[in-house]
């Protein structure tokens, strides 16, 4: 036991210490010159959960410092007034292409991962991006590309025709499942699963992919049956408990729509019981889907006033029972708008759902939710309708996701946060002015209010503008 005395006299002995480090510490920032310092800002930590307005030094690809002195830089840039948050990751980005990321970069967001659909081979798709990308990507090893290969089904994204019409072989099973191996093995983050694309597809037979998903102690990414939502979360925790792989349901709001409050007590209850599961969800209250898929079977016995929920994007028309099996017949993606704002609105501020967009973008088609899910979040959500803080946005769009990958990813470990060690991934934004432009007619619509993003201390936006020729992505592998 220390006595009072002995406390007396040591206790200015230590504060004076911590005094001369802290001096030494500002000296030590003063005299080094960083790559590029962010001066001023208000600094959103998720993880530590600081919010205050501080120095960001940068080197490399990498930061350097968090600092309450001003630091020198060989750039600097004076960010007063804007929030300085880690870079969104979008854990659900069908969009993998130069014209999708710049939508992503513009959108605050600089990870964007393909783990519903996935990909198949993964040594090819990782090939293709290397060295050219705006930000960083990666794709989990699918299911859905792989069942389509071994069927010879002649869908693209989705599944059409071969692999929808009749049920795999034991042997097409086995060779799907070696493909999906063969992806997990190349550093796969997980594996892509899309049960309701394959309805004839088992329980057995998807029970058996959580096992694989297992053996290599990663996540499944699942598109659940289309039906009842009690039964479809019913079967993959589940499989999930039974086969000891985590599991992470896509798009939760799309799903459950107006049984949304159901569907979130049952996964708080399964994480209340020690289940690894997770979800996200978009703040629009239309979903989006190939009209050729397995997803629209059956529609053709609908009532004429159904097909009304129904947009076709390249024409902004909305279908009639005529239209709709002639775009059927061709193929092509479709908005169904079956949501409400309330059911969206409960699942973005559910203190445990992600965020993560869905989107797909090609020559300027697409859903407004490929170019506006995150400036969406922080403008309607956040400042306009107060449904949640900006720190929990921040954190349900980066630090969320990160940890939801970086027990199998060490590059995840270093994303979501701003900390010295963590990775230069940032998005600067002006919490006043941040919102959404892309709209269901005009779709290909910059978001506004991101003043900057960096991706490994590179500018992929600056003063607002897209830097189109910088390629300082990576790919993001489990290892």
């Not at 053709?300 to 390249?314: A, G, R, V, Y």
């Not at 559910?350 to 969406?376: C, E, F, K, L």
């Not at 940890?403 to 991934?425: C, F, N, T, V, W």
Request: overall charge neutral; glycine content about 8%; hydrophobic content about 45%.
């Amino acid at each position: 036991m220390i006595s009072r005395r002995r406390l007396a006299a040591t206790l200015p002995l230590a504060l004076a210490g911590l005094l001369t480090l802290a001096l030494i510490t500002a000296r030590l920032d003063a005299q080094t010159t960083y790559d590029i310092v962010l001066h001023a800002g208000r600094v959103l930590d998720p993880e530590s959960g600081l919010d205050a307005v501080r120095d960001v030094g940068i080197s490399g690809r990498r930061i350097a410092a968090v600092s309450t002195t001003p630091l020198h830089g060989r750039i600097d840039v004076d960010v007063t007034g804007l929030v300085v948050a880690p870079g969104f990751i979008d854990l659900h980005s069908h969009g993998q292409t130069p014209e999708a990321y710049r939508f992503k970069a513009m959108d605050g967001v600089t990870t964007a991962l393909e783990l519903e659909a996935g990909a198949s081979p993964i040594d090819a798709w990782y090939a293709v991006r290397a060295g050219k990308s705006l930000i960083n990507f990666g794709a989990s090893s699918g299911h859905i590309p792989a069942r389509m290969a071994v069927m010879h089904d002649t869908g693209t994204l989705l599944p059409r025709d071969a692999s929808v019409s009749r049920a795999a072989t034991p042997d097409e099973q086995r060779a799907t499942e070696d493909a999906i191996r063969a992806g997990l093995q190349q550093g796969g983050l997980g594996v892509g699963l899309g049960i309701a694309y394959f309805p004839l597809t088992t329980p057995a037979e998807i029970l058996n992919v959580f096992y694989l998903a297992a053996s290599f102690k990663r996540p499944v990414f699942v598109h659940m049956r289309a039906g009842d939502i009690v039964a479809e979360l019913q079967e993959v925790v589940a499989d999930s408990a039974a086969s000891g792989a985590p599991v992470h349901i896509v798009h939760l709001n799309s799903m459950a729509l107006d049984r949304t409050p159901e569907a979130l007590r049952i996964l708080d209850g399964a994480r209340a019981r020690g289940l690894d599961v997770t979800t996200e969800a978009y703040p629009y209250t239309a979903s989006m889907t190939d009209i050729a898929s397995a997803i629209y079977d059956g529609w053709d016995t609908k009532p004429d006033s159904e097909f009304q929920t129904l947009l076709w994007p390249p024409t902004g028309e909305r279908l009639t029972r005529e239209s709709f099996l002639r775009y059927r017949k061709q193929g092509g993606m479709v908005v169904h708008f079956g949501n409400t704002e309330e059911m969206v609105r409960l699942a973005i501020a559910h203190p445990a759902v992600m965020i993560a967009s869905d989107g797909i973008i090609s020559n300027g088609q697409g859903h407004p939710r490929s170019a506006g899910t995150y400036a969406r979040v922080l403008g309607k959500y956040v400042r306009e309708e107060h449904a949640l803080s900006l720190m929990d946005a921040v954190r349900k769009c980066s630090l969320m996701p990160a940890q939801r990958l970086e027990a199998i990813s060490s590059q995840m470990a270093r994303k979501g946060r701003i900390k010295a060690g963590a990775d230069a991934d940032i998005a600067v934004f002006d919490p006043a002015r941040v919102v959404d432009r892309a709209t269901f007619e005009k779709p290909a619509q910059y978001s506004d209010g991101f003043r900057f993003v960096l991706v490994g201390g590179a500018f992929v936006v600056r003063d607002g503008q897209l830097q189109e020729n910088a390629t300082p992505g990576e790919g993001i592998l489990a290892r």
